[in-house]
Nanobody, 119 residues
Framework: QVQLMESGGGSVPAGGSLTLSCAASGRIISIETMAWYRQAPGEERELVARIAGGGSTKYADSVRGRFAISRDNVRHTVHLQMSNMNPADTAVYYC?????????????WGQGTQVTVSA
């Protein structure tokens, strides 16, 4: 039913930029929030950025000022624009959506996309 498809992951040198995209498809009534999480090897998954239905955003302290989250409400798509990247940003990035659908589930996750920042 509801699927989150992530794209844009890859390898980038330190100081470079990369943009991730996530498109939600399926029978969606409304979206409460869309967010990006990441998990580095040996680390716990952490919230990177979140955008609410009204457009308000939250950022992890480690990425504030470098990353920007945005969305396209018509296409149910969220983007994460990453700039001035450093090796600490290396992780698997996961798209997350919370919202109302025609099914019983409320919280949805993408498969994850690898982002690697070289020194």
């Amino acid at each position: 039913q509801v699927q989150l498809m992530e794209s844009g992951g890859g390898s980038v040198p330190a100081g470079g930029s990369l943009t991730l995209s996530c498109a939600a498809s399926g029978r969606i009534i409304s979206i409460e929030t869309m967010a990006w999480y990441r998990q580095a090897p040996g680390e716990e998954r952490e919230l990177v950025a979140r955008i609410a239905g009204g457009g308000s955003t939250k950022y992890a302290d480690s990425v504030r000022g470098r990353f920007a989250i945005s969305r396209d409400n018509v296409r149910h798509t969220v983007h994460l624009q990453m700039s001035n990247m450093n090796p600490a940003d290396t992780a698997v990035y996961y798209c997350n959506m919370r919202g109302l659908t025609y099914g019983p589930d409320y919280d949805f996750w993408g498969q994850g996309t690898q982002v690697t920042v070289s020194a």
